[in-house]
Structures are given as structure tokens and as C-alpha cells.
T-cell receptor, first 115, second 112 residues
């Protein structure tokens, strides 16, 4: 079974530019999560999809971030326009269930650097 | 202030030796506690998950303990191997919304 994949693995952009990150969850996993780790800090929750619907987007930092999951398969996270403080590693995770004991499987992350 | 604190931040151990990583949390209400291993350039991988009523859980050479009264957990690595070099992240699931609260991780380096 293929794991969670993310693309690209690295992205370097200039402040003000737009970047789109992609996440392909494990096949059959309805739940998809985005997280971010800023250097020196802990991983923090951004949002949670159940199929194509946003279940919880309370962790999104501001309206420069837009996440979509059209069709309930892969998801994209767009940052527009990017700011310096957006630099970090963006992780995607998926799970079959959304209960308290569900295991989330993480992708390798996309390292975003905003110059 | 982070709700999940881990110590030590980093440590270096000799191959074959044991080590213990600590996690203190203030997350409430508590659902369960997980330990993840994150290799460089990879995403976190689950090692153990413990509920309120579980005191210990093992996964090979990894043994996690939980004291829900004092809100402390530990991860013990036995007979360390070079492949154990990684960041070990303590994660607490919040009851109700099932959100995960992450610690910053313990960076472990095993040297021959």
C-alpha cells in the first residue's frame, strides 16, 4: 500500500509569490490533515478534511492560505502571497477514521522557504 | 506556552546503550498519548498509542509509559541501534475534537 505522498519535496520562492503544495493521501482514507512546523517550534495543526469537506480549519493562520480537496482525493494548499514567516515544513497526514484512536499516517513533508 | 514539553531536547548515546525520553503535558481533556519517530527528511511514524488506562506499551525495543495522574510519559529505547537516530515526538490527542498537540521532539543521535 502506497503511503502519503507530497509534492514538491522542497520549494524556494520569493516573498509575494504564490506556491501550491499537493498531498495525495493513502487510497481509501477519507480524512486528510495539513500540519506545519516552523523552525524551532512544534508541529501545529492547520486543517482537517473529511472527504471534500473542511471539517475543521481553525488552525489556518490567515486568509493567505487556501486548502482544497476537490473530489475528496488529493488536496492542495495554496499560499498567496507568501510571506517570510510562512517558511517551514508542511506535513500532510491521512487516516481511514476520524475517531480518537485513529492512526494518522504522515507524508514526508514539503519544505517551503520564502526569501 | 506549549502544552507538550519534552526533555532532553537532544542527546547522544553510544550504540547498544539504553536511553529514556521524557514528556510532560498539560493538555486537557486528555484522550490518548502517542509517540512518533521522525527520521530526517521523513514524516513522523507512529510507535505507540496509549489511552488513559494504559500504563505501558511496547513496540520492539521501544517501551512507552504513561502516568495520567501526573501527566507524564516516557519512551525507553533498549539496546540502541544506529537506525534509532531520529527525532522522537510526544503527541497528545485532545478528547472531544480529536486534535493533536505535538511536542518539539527529542533529537537522539546514536554513535558507534
Amino acid at each position: 500500500e502506497a503511503g502519503v505522498t507530497q509534492f514538491p519535496s522542497h520549494s524556494v520562492i520569493e516573498k509575494g509569490q504564490t506556491v501550491t503544495l499537493r498531498c495525495d493521501p493513502i487510497s481509501g482514507h477519507d480524512n486528510l490533515y495539513w500540519y506545519r512546523r516552523v523552525m524551532g517550534k512544534e508541529i501545529k495543526f492547520l486543517l482537517h478534511f473529511v472527504k471534500e469537506s473542511k471539517q475543521d480549519e481553525s488552525g489556518m493562520p490567515n486568509n493567505r492560505f487556501l486548502a482544497e480537496r476537490t473530489g475528496g482525493t488529493y488536496s492542495t494548499l495554496k499560499v498567496q502571497p507568501a510571506e517570510l514567516e510562512d517558511s517551514g515544513v508542511y506535513f500532510c497526514a491521512s487516516s481511514r477514521l476520524a475517531g480518537a484512536y485513529n492512526e494518522q499516517f504522515f507524508g514526508p513533508g514539503t519544505r517551503l522557504t520564502v526569501l | 506556552k506549549n502544552q507538550v514539553e519534552q526533555s532532553p531536547q537532544s542527546l547522544i548515546i553510544l550504540e547498544g546503550k539504553n536511553c529514556t525520553l521524557q514528556c510532560n503535558y498539560t493538555v486537557s481533556p486528555f484522550s490518548n498519548l502517542r509517540w512518533y519517530k521522525q527520521d530526517t527528511g521523513r514524516g513522523p511514524v507512529s510507535l505507540t498509542i496509549m489511552t488513559f488506562s494504559e500504563n505501558t506499551k511496547s513496540n520492539g525495543r521501544y517501551t512507552a509509559t504513561l502516568d495520567a495522574d501526573t501527566k507524564q510519559s516516557s519512551l525507553h529505547i533498549t539496546a540502541s541501534q544506529l537506525s534509532d537516530s531520529a527525532s522522537y515526538i510526544c503527541v497528545v490527542s485532545i478528547r472531544g475534537n480529536n486534535r493533536l498537540a505535538f511536542g518539539k521532539g527529542n533529537q537522539v543521535v546514536v554513535i558507534p
